[in-house]
């Protein structure tokens, strides 16, 4: 049983983030699954994991952008936390299997929450603004002089 599994409980009914997440699932299974295998299929799952999670956070936070997020919000704050960890388990630990381990598990915990919580206010914010996620453009865009958004929007978030 792999430490995460796509389900419908993830989906955020925002088919571009939706296939985004299902792959981001697909690829953390494939780097569980790569560390019982060779050293350099191992390091071949990891690279695909980090760059396709990098492009992941990448696209939403241009998305937070264009929607009036303050640059530093409590969601791009988590991506970048997250990508940070991402690059010095590529550098410095990509050989250690235990902590590899410990990183899956880490990130099967921390997705589920992430995006019913911060991807899914995203989804919200974008589907009020009409937000055209293929072409950056919104439909009823917040007034010129609105002030920025500075939390992520979730229920949860105390900015
Ligand atoms: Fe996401
Ligand atoms: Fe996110």
Redesign the pocket.
């Known amino acids: 049983m792999s430490a995460l599994t796509w389900s419908e409980a993830l989906a955020l009914q925002h088919p571009q983030m939706d296939d985004t997440h299902r792959e981001f699932v697909d690829l953390l299974t494939e780097l569980e699954a790569a560390i019982d295998g060779p050293a350099d299929a191992l390091a071949a799952s990891l690279e695909r994991f980090v760059a396709h999670t990098e492009a992941h ?1 990448a696209q ?1 936070d241009r998305w937070m952008g264009a929607l009036g997020f303050a640059a530093e919000n409590c ?1 791009a704050f ?2 970048a936390h997250v990508l940070q960890l991402l690059a010095e388990v590529k550098a410095k630990h990509a050989a250690n299997l235990p902590l590899l381990r410990q990183l899956v598990a880490g990130l099967a915990e921390w997705f589920p929450q ?2 019913q919580m ?2 899914a206010a ?1 989804a919200q914010t974008m589907a009020e603004q009409g937000f055209d996620a293929t072409r950056g453009e919104t439909e009823r865009p917040r007034g010129a002089n609105a002030a920025p958004i500075t939390g992520c929007g979730s229920v949860s978030c105390s900015d």
Do not use: T
């Open positions: 956070f939403e969601h988590q991506h992430h995006a911060m991807d995203l």
